[in-house]
């Protein structure tokens, strides 16, 4: 039974960060990010170990920004694409912050957010909580597939792993941009098996998010500003569009899209996009939290989309299942 | 800042069920596990799809019990030990639930219902959720440390990761077994570096969660009938009442923990005791639930307790890091 979740105390985004490697900071976004490293190893000798470092140096920065420490953030939803999300977990071991893992492939970002909301409602007292989501290119792309030194030929419908990672700061309010509702999402399996065509995977997914959405609270895309993707790419995208005109729904370009955002495709290698959960969560730290401080969006929904799968999952030739939870979002009422 | 969640609404744990292999069948416990399958395959080709089944059909019971179908569930919490918790998202994914993804390793079953709980608090109706957490000791063996049929030797401190899971159903009251106040936990590294020794890894994390939630509520150990750890295992046990001797604090007959009572040392080659997120799932469901509802138990806390690690991190020399969430569950007011 899908349910929205309409908080009775709204929650506000009042600080965040955004990370990004190289291949990021050449896009077309480049310049949104707070920092990027020009070898994607931020001074670590692993992979596993740099995202370990920005998902630790996003927070901290966010941190930063609001004058508060670590000691004041009452709970973390943290997650990654590692094995075992042992990127979050290595990540904040030191800082001493309630921890709660999660996994959601790349609909991450949004769960985080979710699930923040949702446990400073349920708080008898005004918090302070945190959620952060972080990919590693080269991390994951070994993990996944195979490591970048082998060289393989990608697929035109593969999407580029991002590095990048956001960190974002919460609490009760409307004065900054605020999660004023929010929906968990129902699994779908849309019969895709293969890895490297993950935005076919998830078109369904966030398609039937979208109408569940738009049906339960009887809204339409017009009241929106902007209806955001995580990282479908150039293919899910197209499908998502197809699957919504079936069903008489136009988003036009309402639909925008993290992954089709972070890289120039005329410039870059990314194939069909960029993808990855650190892909939504820097672009929404680095694009849409400032454009709904500013007053530039009014109203957004923001939809993180997982592909639930594992190298042995496609191994045993097991479909790569969709998943898009939906925060919405609106303009903060002070000067963001 | 560690913040104990005192409940609004308390949220009662109205059905639940439990299944097992063959080795966790054969256990102490056996008799009071809802099913068990002797192949540890239910009915599956491979390990992991067997994990599936397992927690797919737990749910599935939980749910006849209740007189209810999947559509009136409006989330569900799930994780297990699977790279990228697929044995979940396989498991779920025709059910048309709400789906979270969560990942704590072994304390993955108390941070689902601590989720729980703080999700039917958030929202404005009352609603029915649902949390499920599993183990398959065949799909985690090959996973994290060896296939089986390698035959390794195990280490006298090495936990036997249990082919178990639990499914709990959870609404608003207090006629059942309730949920009335809960603490998310923060990370301890104590410097363990050995995939065969977790309970040491996990016991500074468990004796840390005791001493918060015990300082912050106010509670002595004699405020409880039992105080349960998810799987220290006979090492971590000992490391535990170690610990908290140091600072004054004697659980004494108190303690109990669902790895050292899932199989008989005696009769079985279980080593250090049982481990797995799914062992405390079952013992919650087969055991303490029961005790709860009739009356046997008052007033218990419930921390599962997690070794955050892959493989790789263990590779690359990582620390294992420990994790435990708190729960505090009442006895109910009816018949349970």
């Not at 996003?58 to 973390?76: D, I, N, P, T």
């Not at 590095?163 to 895709?192: C, S, Y």
């Not at 935005?199 to 009241?223: C, E, K, N």
Request: hydrophobic residues 40%.
């Amino acid at each position: 039974m899908q349910t929205v979740f309409e908080f009775k105390e709204k929650i506000e985004v009042f600080s965040w960060a955004s990370a990004v490697g190289k291949s990021e900071h050449d896009g077309p976004l480049g310049r949104l990010f707070d920092f990027w490293d020009e070898t994607d190893r931020f001074g670590k000798n692993t992979w596993e170990l740099a995202e370990s470092e920005l998902s630790h140096a996003v927070l901290a920065l966010a941190l930063k920004r609001a004058g508060l420490s670590h000691r004041e953030v009452a709970f973390l939803f943290s997650g990654d694409l590692q094995n075992q999300c042992v990127a979050s977990s290595a990540a904040h071991v030191e800082e001493e912050i309630p921890f709660l893992g999660i996994y959601g492939a790349c609909s991450t970002c949004t769960e985080g957010l979710l699930l923040s909301a949702v446990m400073l409602n349920a708080a008898e007292e005004p918090l302070v909580g945190a959620a952060v989501t972080t990919s590693h290119n080269s991390a994951a792309e070994r993990q996944f597939r195979t490591p970048i030194e082998y060289g393989g030929q990608r697929s035109p419908t593969a999407q580029w792993t991002a590095t990048a990672g956001g960190a974002f700061l919460l609490r009760r309010g409307e004065q900054h941009p605020h999660i004023v509702r929010a929906m968990p999402g129902i699994m779908v399996d849309g019969g895709i098996k293969d890895a490297s065509n993950m935005g076919a995977a998830m078109a369904p997914a966030a398609a039937a998010s979208i109408l569940s959405y738009l049906r339960l609270t009887g809204t339409a895309p017009a009241d929106y500003d902007a209806i955001v993707t995580g990282d479908l790419g150039r293919e899910g995208s197209a499908l998502l569009e197809m699957l919504l005109r079936e069903k008489g729904v136009f988003l036009g370009d309402r639909h925008r899209d993290c992954g089709n955002m972070m890289y120039d495709p005329k410039k870059s290698d990314c194939h069909a996009g960029g993808s990855g959960c650190g892909c939504s969560a820097a672009v929404l730290a680095g694009h849409f939290l400032p454009c709904l401080a500013e007053g530039e969006y009014r109203r957004i929904l923001f939809l993180s989309t997982g592909a639930l799968m594992s190298p042995a999952s496609i191994q045993q030739g097991g479909s790569i299942i969709g998943v898009a939870p939906v925060i919405e979002l609106v303009g903060g009422n002070g000067n963001g």
